[in-house]
């Protein structure tokens, strides 16, 4: 692992969002935008382990904010490789604890995982198209997701999730 900032890492994290969000844009808007998207999280999954291997999670002192969040989005959508999010998911609370990273990220990639597994989410961060629109999906102890969502920075979870 190394020290100090890396401005070149975090303008590459930040360009490969953009990148992202971009072919989910097109994926929405036409027919073709799917295997775009697809290809570029296998792509992005890809780099970002050969990232965590030589830096560890790029956390706000290596990249900034900025690209510590487009590290974040970039696992969220490793759907793929579950086994991946995982060890991201591990590498994120490590930084959290060290102060260099969010833990509204952590909810978010913890619920991904456990709905990619089949589970109940604990965090109320996942939704699904439902007969009107966005609905939750299942939540753990739903009695105290609200509770458990403050302790993490989390809004109330009638917002919807980010892209």
Known sequence: MTGGTDPALAAELVRRLLDDQE???TWITTDDGAGRMLAGDRDNARWLREVLCRHGWPGTGLVGVAGAEAAWMLAQHADHDVVFQR??????????????????????LADRVLRKRGDPQRYGTQYRAGRSG???????????????RAAMGLPAADTAPPD
Request: aromatic share 4%; proline share 8%; net charge negative.
């Open 87 to 108: 060890q991201c998911l591990e590498l994120l609370i490590e930084a959290v604890d060290r102060g260099e990273a969010s833990r509204p990220h952590v909810a978010y």
């Open 23 to 25: 072919a989910r844009r």
């Open 134 to 148: 966005l609905e939750l999906c299942p939540s753990q102890e739903p009695w105290g997701l609200a509770e458990r």
